[in-house]
Protein backbone atom coordinates (compact mmCIF):
# COMPACT_ATOMS: atom_id res chain seq x y z
CA UNK A 1 0.00 0.00 0.00
CA UNK A 2 1.13 3.58 -1.01
CA UNK A 3 2.14 5.76 2.39
CA UNK A 4 -0.40 8.66 3.59
CA UNK A 5 -0.17 10.81 6.21
CA UNK A 6 -1.31 10.27 9.29
CA UNK A 7 -4.07 12.10 10.45
CA UNK A 8 -2.43 12.15 14.35
CA UNK A 9 1.08 12.83 13.41
CA UNK A 10 1.24 14.32 9.79
CA UNK A 11 3.67 11.84 9.29
CA UNK A 12 3.81 9.84 6.25
CA UNK A 13 2.89 5.88 6.86
CA UNK A 14 1.58 3.32 5.04
CA UNK A 15 -1.34 0.57 5.83
CA UNK A 16 -3.08 2.98 8.12
CA UNK A 17 -6.01 1.94 10.02
CA UNK A 18 -8.64 4.50 9.68
CA UNK A 19 -6.21 7.23 8.63
CA UNK A 20 -4.30 6.80 11.32
CA UNK A 21 -0.76 5.18 12.37
CA UNK A 22 -0.32 2.75 14.99
CA UNK A 23 1.67 4.89 17.26
CA UNK A 24 -0.93 7.58 17.51
CA UNK A 25 -3.62 4.95 17.73
CA UNK A 26 -2.24 3.94 21.28
CA UNK A 27 -1.73 7.88 22.37
CA UNK A 28 -5.58 8.19 21.53
CA UNK A 29 -6.02 4.87 23.63
CA UNK A 30 -4.32 5.94 26.49
CA UNK A 31 -6.21 8.90 27.20
CA UNK A 32 -9.50 8.48 29.71
CA UNK A 33 -12.59 10.90 29.85
CA UNK A 34 -12.42 12.84 32.80
CA UNK A 35 -14.36 16.45 33.97
CA UNK A 36 -13.32 19.14 32.73
CA UNK A 37 -14.51 22.87 33.67
CA UNK A 38 -13.59 26.12 31.93
CA UNK A 39 -12.51 29.26 34.43
CA UNK A 40 -14.51 31.32 34.44
CA UNK A 41 -17.65 28.82 33.54
CA UNK A 42 -20.29 30.96 31.56
CA UNK A 43 -23.93 31.04 32.97
CA UNK A 44 -25.71 28.13 32.08
CA UNK A 45 -22.79 25.59 30.83
CA UNK A 46 -23.50 22.23 32.51
CA UNK A 47 -21.19 19.57 34.11
CA UNK A 48 -19.06 18.82 31.06
CA UNK A 49 -16.56 15.44 30.14
CA UNK A 50 -13.69 15.40 27.66
CA UNK A 51 -11.09 12.58 26.65
CA UNK A 52 -7.90 14.04 26.77
CA UNK A 53 -6.59 17.78 26.41
CA UNK A 54 -6.90 19.55 22.65
CA UNK A 55 -3.30 18.85 21.98
CA UNK A 56 -0.93 16.38 20.02
CA UNK A 57 -2.68 13.71 17.67
CA UNK A 58 -5.97 14.28 19.25
CA UNK A 59 -6.15 17.69 17.91
CA UNK A 60 -4.64 16.89 14.62
CA UNK A 61 -7.18 14.19 13.97
CA UNK A 62 -9.69 16.83 14.66
CA UNK A 63 -8.33 19.27 12.63
CA UNK A 64 -8.01 16.68 9.94
CA UNK A 65 -11.54 15.88 10.02
CA UNK A 66 -12.88 19.07 10.90
CA UNK A 67 -11.16 21.46 8.53
CA UNK A 68 -9.46 18.81 5.74
CA UNK A 69 -12.06 16.86 4.70
CA UNK A 70 -10.57 13.75 6.32
CA UNK A 71 -14.48 12.64 6.52
CA UNK A 72 -13.21 8.63 7.42
CA UNK A 73 -12.17 9.79 10.85
CA UNK A 74 -15.94 10.31 11.96
CA UNK A 75 -15.98 6.10 12.89
CA UNK A 76 -12.66 6.42 15.01
CA UNK A 77 -13.46 9.72 16.71
CA UNK A 78 -17.05 8.87 17.22
CA UNK A 79 -16.66 5.78 18.70
CA UNK A 80 -14.13 7.72 21.16
CA UNK A 81 -16.99 10.47 21.62
CA UNK A 82 -18.89 6.97 22.59
CA UNK A 83 -16.34 6.28 25.58
CA UNK A 84 -16.85 9.84 26.99
CA UNK A 85 -20.61 9.82 26.63
CA UNK A 86 -20.53 6.22 28.42
CA UNK A 87 -18.16 7.93 31.39
CA UNK A 88 -20.48 11.30 31.64
CA UNK A 89 -23.47 8.68 31.91
CA UNK A 90 -22.42 6.62 34.35
CA UNK A 91 -24.45 2.99 33.35
CA UNK A 92 -26.36 1.75 30.63
CA UNK A 93 -29.42 3.38 30.30
CA UNK A 94 -31.42 5.36 27.64
CA UNK A 95 -29.88 8.50 26.40
CA UNK A 96 -30.70 11.19 24.13
CA UNK A 97 -27.26 12.42 22.30
CA UNK A 98 -28.15 16.39 20.92
CA UNK A 99 -24.89 17.64 18.94
CA UNK A 100 -24.22 21.15 18.80
CA UNK A 101 -25.34 21.65 15.12
CA UNK A 102 -23.10 23.92 12.47
CA UNK A 103 -24.69 26.52 10.75
CA UNK A 104 -25.50 26.01 7.34
CA UNK A 105 -22.32 27.52 6.03
CA UNK A 106 -19.97 25.59 8.05
CA UNK A 107 -21.89 22.18 6.74
CA UNK A 108 -21.50 23.52 3.50
CA UNK A 109 -18.04 24.55 3.63
CA UNK A 110 -17.24 20.85 5.06
CA UNK A 111 -19.72 19.21 3.49
CA UNK A 112 -22.10 18.07 5.90
CA UNK A 113 -22.54 18.82 9.66
CA UNK A 114 -19.71 17.42 10.96
CA UNK A 115 -20.49 16.86 14.96
CA UNK A 116 -23.95 14.87 13.49
CA UNK A 117 -22.01 12.83 11.86
CA UNK A 118 -19.41 11.90 14.95
CA UNK A 119 -23.46 11.82 16.72
CA UNK A 120 -24.26 9.05 14.64
CA UNK A 121 -21.23 7.12 14.70
CA UNK A 122 -21.38 7.66 18.48
CA UNK A 123 -25.09 6.49 18.76
CA UNK A 124 -24.23 3.52 16.85
CA UNK A 125 -21.21 2.26 18.58
CA UNK A 126 -23.69 2.52 22.53
CA UNK A 127 -26.00 1.01 20.39
CA UNK A 128 -24.29 -2.32 19.59
CA UNK A 129 -22.64 -2.18 23.35
CA UNK A 130 -26.13 -2.62 24.63
CA UNK A 131 -26.99 1.25 25.17
CA UNK A 132 -30.47 2.61 24.34
CA UNK A 133 -29.10 5.50 22.37
CA UNK A 134 -31.21 7.89 19.85
CA UNK A 135 -29.97 11.36 18.28
CA UNK A 136 -32.05 14.25 18.51
CA UNK A 137 -31.47 17.50 16.65
CA UNK A 138 -34.27 19.86 18.67
CA UNK A 139 -31.52 22.90 17.71
CA UNK A 140 -30.66 24.77 14.73
CA UNK A 141 -27.80 26.93 13.98
CA UNK A 142 -28.18 30.88 13.36
CA UNK A 143 -25.67 31.83 10.91
CA UNK A 144 -22.60 33.17 12.91
CA UNK A 145 -18.56 33.17 12.15
CA UNK A 146 -16.21 30.57 12.51
CA UNK A 147 -15.35 30.39 16.38
CA UNK A 148 -11.72 29.84 14.95
CA UNK A 149 -11.71 33.32 14.35
CA UNK A 150 -12.88 34.73 17.52
CA UNK A 151 -11.35 35.77 21.10
CA UNK A 152 -13.34 35.11 24.16
CA UNK A 153 -15.05 38.13 23.86
CA UNK A 154 -16.30 37.35 20.52
CA UNK A 155 -17.55 34.00 21.54
CA UNK A 156 -19.41 35.01 24.05
CA UNK A 157 -21.12 37.86 21.72
CA UNK A 158 -22.00 35.36 19.34
CA UNK A 159 -22.85 32.40 21.32
CA UNK A 160 -25.80 34.48 22.87
CA UNK A 161 -27.85 34.71 19.38
CA UNK A 162 -26.38 31.08 18.11
CA UNK A 163 -29.03 28.51 18.31
CA UNK A 164 -33.30 28.48 17.81
CA UNK A 165 -35.19 25.69 19.04
CA UNK A 166 -37.09 23.32 16.25
CA UNK A 167 -38.55 20.53 18.65
CA UNK A 168 -40.20 20.50 21.98
CA UNK A 169 -38.49 18.45 24.72
CA UNK A 170 -38.24 14.32 24.38
CA UNK A 171 -40.89 13.77 27.07
CA UNK A 172 -40.69 10.07 28.66
CA UNK A 173 -39.59 6.85 26.98
CA UNK A 174 -41.68 4.42 25.24
CA UNK A 175 -44.24 2.70 27.65
CA UNK A 176 -44.19 5.07 30.43
CA UNK A 177 -40.17 4.25 30.90
CA UNK A 178 -38.12 7.24 32.32
CA UNK A 179 -37.03 10.01 30.24
CA UNK A 180 -33.91 9.86 28.99
CA UNK A 181 -30.49 11.27 30.26
CA UNK A 182 -29.91 14.19 27.39
CA UNK A 183 -26.57 14.84 26.45
CA UNK A 184 -25.00 17.71 25.24
CA UNK A 185 -22.38 16.89 22.33
CA UNK A 186 -19.52 18.70 21.19
CA UNK A 187 -15.64 17.84 20.14
CA UNK A 188 -14.05 20.92 21.34
CA UNK A 189 -14.56 22.94 24.38
CA UNK A 190 -12.79 26.14 25.21
CA UNK A 191 -14.59 29.20 26.83
CA UNK A 192 -17.72 26.49 27.42
CA UNK A 193 -19.77 29.72 25.76
CA UNK A 194 -21.11 27.72 23.17
CA UNK A 195 -22.12 24.61 25.18
CA UNK A 196 -23.90 27.48 27.06
CA UNK A 197 -25.81 28.89 24.88
CA UNK A 198 -26.93 25.40 23.95
CA UNK A 199 -27.78 24.36 26.78
CA UNK A 200 -29.78 27.31 27.89
CA UNK A 201 -31.53 27.45 24.73
CA UNK A 202 -32.40 23.50 24.99
CA UNK A 203 -33.48 24.16 28.62
CA UNK A 204 -36.31 26.37 27.89
CA UNK A 205 -37.79 23.58 25.49
CA UNK A 206 -37.67 20.38 28.13
CA UNK A 207 -34.19 19.69 26.62
CA UNK A 208 -32.47 20.31 29.84
CA UNK A 209 -28.70 18.73 29.23
CA UNK A 210 -27.40 16.67 32.06
CA UNK A 211 -23.94 16.64 30.89
CA UNK A 212 -21.95 17.54 27.93
CA UNK A 213 -19.78 15.41 26.26
CA UNK A 214 -16.88 16.46 24.07
CA UNK A 215 -13.85 15.05 22.54
CA UNK A 216 -11.10 17.55 23.43
CA UNK A 217 -10.45 20.66 25.89
CA UNK A 218 -8.48 23.41 25.27
CA UNK A 219 -5.83 24.39 28.20
CA UNK A 220 -4.84 27.72 29.38
CA UNK A 221 -1.22 28.81 29.44
CA UNK A 222 0.12 29.90 32.20
CA UNK A 223 2.72 32.65 31.70
CA UNK A 224 5.71 32.20 34.62
Known sequence: MLPADCAGCRERRPGLRHGVCPACVMALDALR??????????PGLPSCVALGPY???LREALLAYKEHGRHGLARPLGALLAEVVAAA???ARPVA???????AAAARSRYGDHLDRLARHCAARLNRSG???RVHRPLRASPRPDSVTLDSAGRAAAAEAAFQ??????GR?????AAPVVVLLDDIVTTGVTLAAASRVLTATGWAPSVAAVLAATEKRHQS
Open 55 to 57: AGP
Open 97 to 103: LVPVPDT
Open 131 to 133: WAV
Open 33 to 42: PRAVRPTPAP
Open 173 to 177: GRAGG
Open 89 to 91: VGG
Open 165 to 170: PRSSGP
